[in-house]
């Protein structure tokens, strides 16, 4: 009970605080007043953001004090590449936080990396796969995020929604899958590659409330 309306307090102390900081920034009315329902508003749209934001931000600290070792991307690399992952997975029926998990995966959000074998962009498209869905650009981020998508959601449809055989095709290529009798091929690569990519996804899901 003392929580709760500790919490309670906090909660009303964040409304006026809040409210204050919008009298003072709000326009004056013609008569030359403070504008107090603009003001309001205002102060309402504030508090709801840093409100409803909260949980997710919970979640995530929750999920990296359980797991101090998981290896997490920054903010702003992530905001930076939102609205392409998040157009492409809409466009393409797929996971948004499972696309963003892959992204971190794969380039960390380098959308010019390189790999030795010769995948690229935030997504690593190898050329021919990059070929086959008619990204012409493997560092422009919104056509590799695009390509990376599709096939994605083609690996997806092939082994029946199975989140970690996709996965493991994506790393390994599809082949690699069906011949390891659509297991996880006993690869040392794959076999790390699988379960990194779904602790981001569930860390990516946290986020996504």
């Known amino acids: 009970m003392q929580a709760r309306i500790r919490t309670s307090w906090e909660s009303f102390a964040l409304a006026i605080g809040l409210l204050g900081v919008a009298l003072v920034a709000a326009p004056m009315t013609a008569g030359g007043g403070v504008g107090l329902a603009g003001a309001?508003?205002?102060?309402?749209q504030e508090?709801?953001?840093?409100?409803?934001?909260?949980?997710?931000?919970?979640?995530?600290?929750?999920?990296l004090a359980a797991d101090p070792d998981l290896d997490l991307p920054s903010e702003a690399a992530v905001?930076?590449?939102?609205?392409?992952?998040?157009?492409?997975?809409?466009v393409h029926g797929v996971d948004e936080a499972l696309v963003h998990a892959v992204i971190f995966a794969e380039s960390s959000y380098d959308p010019d990396a390189i790999s030795p074998a010769g995948a690229s962009g935030l997504?690593?498209?190898?050329?021919a796969t990059a070929a086959h869905y008619g990204v012409r650009d493997l560092f422009d981020p919104a056509q590799n995020v695009?390509?990376?998508v599709r096939f994605l959601r083609d690996?997806?449809?092939?082994?029946?929604?199975?989140?970690?055989?996709?996965?493991a095709a994506y790393n390994a290529g599809p082949y690699a899958v069906v011949r390891a009798g659509n297991r996880v091929p006993p690869h040392t690569e794959?076999?790390?590659y699988v379960p990194k990519v779904i602790d981001y996804y569930r860390h990516f899901q946290t986020l996504k409330g």
């Open 40 to 44: 309001l508003d205002v102060a309402k």
């Open 47 to 63: 508090y709801l953001t840093i409100v409803l934001a909260a949980p997710a931000r919970a979640r995530a600290a929750s999920r």
């Open 79 to 90: 905001r930076r590449f939102a609205p392409i992952v998040s157009r492409a997975a809409r």
């Open 123 to 127: 997504m690593q498209l190898m050329p």
């Open 146 to 148: 695009s390509g990376g």
């Open 155 to 167: 690996l997806l449809a092939r082994f029946d929604g199975n989140v970690e055989l996709a996965l």
């Open 190 to 192: 794959t076999a790390a």
